[in-house]
Structures are given as structure tokens and as C-alpha cells.
């Protein structure tokens, strides 16, 4: 098993520019989370997914939107960079959204908005 | 609103020793996750600690909650050079189920 993937794993973008960060899980999990991790912040929950079809605000939406494509994908869009989403990206899963719940991490995307 | 706060912020020791961490947290939990970032990595979990137990041991780690005091503590005991990694704490709740909040965590170097 791949456990969580992500694409690309380093991004340089200009200011104004779109991308999609790609995220995919092969453990049948029905919960997937977009974070993203910046120095001296921590990691702060940018949307999840409970399940297939719904998504919801996490800490930190503003300037981001996703899509739960499917059980297994959950895209992160960036409609217009801004130097300030100069940050490392994490995807992660877990089985369901029980407090108790294990989360699953991806590899990251280094992203870097000029 | 950030939950668990790790502290120190980082940490040297030698190969053989052992690492405590710290973690601290404002409002009653479910659990208590500790998870390790290599660098450069993802977040990979470690432990989870239930809001009714006081102690856990998984090999070379354990960890410790205290409720009356909002924290909890992992020990690495005999720390290897391969330990050197930073660690969080993520509050479980049943609020906000396993949508955990993470702190800034502890950078653990382990010179040979």
C-alpha cells in the first residue's frame, strides 16, 4: 500500500497564478484533511473531508478551495497565489472523523509563491 | 485557536539518553496523539493517550496525561540517533472528532 500520496512534491508559482495539489489515499479511509505547516505556526487545518461529498472550513480556508473527488482523492485549489500560501502542504486520512481516529500523512508539496 | 503546545522547542541530547517532551493543552480532551515529523516528511503517529488513562508505554517510548493539569509528557527512553525528529501533540475532542489541533512541537536532536 502507498498509504497517502501527494502531487507535486515542490511547486513555484507567481503571484496571480492557479495550481491544484493532488492527494490520494488507498486505505478505503473515509476522512481526508488538508493542513498546511509554516515555521513558528505549526500545523493549522486549512478543509476536511469527512466523507465522500461533503467538505468543510477548517483553522485557515481563506484563498483555498478543494474537491473531494471521490473516496480516494482530495484536491486542494489555489485560484490565485499569494505569497502569503508560501507553505509546506499536508495531506492526511484517517478511517472516519472519531476523536480516537489515527491520522495518516502524506509526504507534503513545498510550495513558493513569488 | 491552538490546542497542544509542545515545549521545550527543541532539544539536544546525546545517543543513550533520555528525551522528555512536554505538551499542554486549554480545554477537556478525548485522547492525547503524539506524532513524529522527520525532516522533511509527514507526520507519522505514534501513541495515543485516552482522557481516562494516566500512562502508556509503546517500546522505547512512554507518555504520561495528567487532566487536572491540561498536560502530558513523552519520554524516549535510550535515544538513538535516528530519533532525531520534531514531535506534536494533537488534542483529541469529541467536538471536533479526529480533527486535531497541533502545536509548533519539539525539534529533538540526538548527537552520536
Known amino acids: 500500500n502507498a498509504g497517502v500520496t501527494q502531487t507535486p512534491k515542490f511547486q513555484v508559482l507567481k503571484t496571480g497564478q492557479s495550481m491544484t495539489l493532488q492527494c490520494a489515499q488507498d486505505?478505503?479511509?473515509?476522512?481526508m484533511y488538508w493542513y498546511r505547516q509554516d515555521p513558528g505556526m505549526g500545523l493549522r487545518l486549512i478543509y476536511y473531508?469527512?466523507?465522500?461529498?461533503?467538505?468543510d472550513k477548517g483553522e485557515v480556508p481563506n484563498g483555498y478551495n478543494v474537491s473531494r473527488l471521490n473516496k480516494r482523492e482530495f484536491s486542494l485549489r489555489l485560484e490565485s497565489a499569494a505569497p502569503s500560501q508560501t507553505s509546506v502542504y499536508f495531506c492526511?486520512?484517517?478511517?472516519?472523523?472519531?476523536?480516537?481516529?489515527?491520522?495518516?500523512f502524506g509526504p507534503g508539496t513545498r510550495l513558493t509563491v513569488l | 485557536s491552538q490546542q497542544g503546545e509542545e515545549d521545550p522547542q527543541a532539544l539536544s541530547i546525546q545517543e543513550g539518553e533520555n528525551a522528555t517532551m512536554n505538551c499542554s493543552y486549554k480545554?477537556?480532551?478525548?485522547?492525547l496523539q503524539w506524532y513524529r515529523q522527520n525532516s522533511g516528511r509527514g507526520l507519522v503517529h505514534l501513541i495515543l493517550?485516552?482522557?481516562?488513562?494516566r500512562e502508556k508505554h509503546s517500546g522505547r517510548l512512554r507518555v504520561t496525561l495528567d487532566t487536572s493539569k491540561k498536560s502530558s509528557s513523552l519520554l524516549i527512553t535510550a535515544s538513538r540517533a535516528a530519533d532525531t525528529a520534531s514531535y506534536f501533540c494533537?488534542?483529541?475532542?469529541?467536538?471536533?472528532?479526529?480533527?486535531?489541533?497541533f502545536g509548533e512541537g519539539t525539534q529533538l536532536t540526538v548527537n552520536p
Open positions: 492526511a486520512s484517517s478511517e472516519d472523523l472519531r476523536a480516537t481516529d489515527t491520522q495518516y
Open positions: 480545554t477537556s480532551i478525548n485522547n
Open positions: 486505505m478505503n479511509h473515509n476522512s
Open positions: 473531508s469527512a466523507s465522500e461529498g461533503t467538505t
Open positions: 493517550i485516552r482522557s481516562n488513562e
Open positions: 494533537g488534542d483529541g475532542r469529541e467536538t471536533s472528532g479526529s480533527r486535531l489541533t
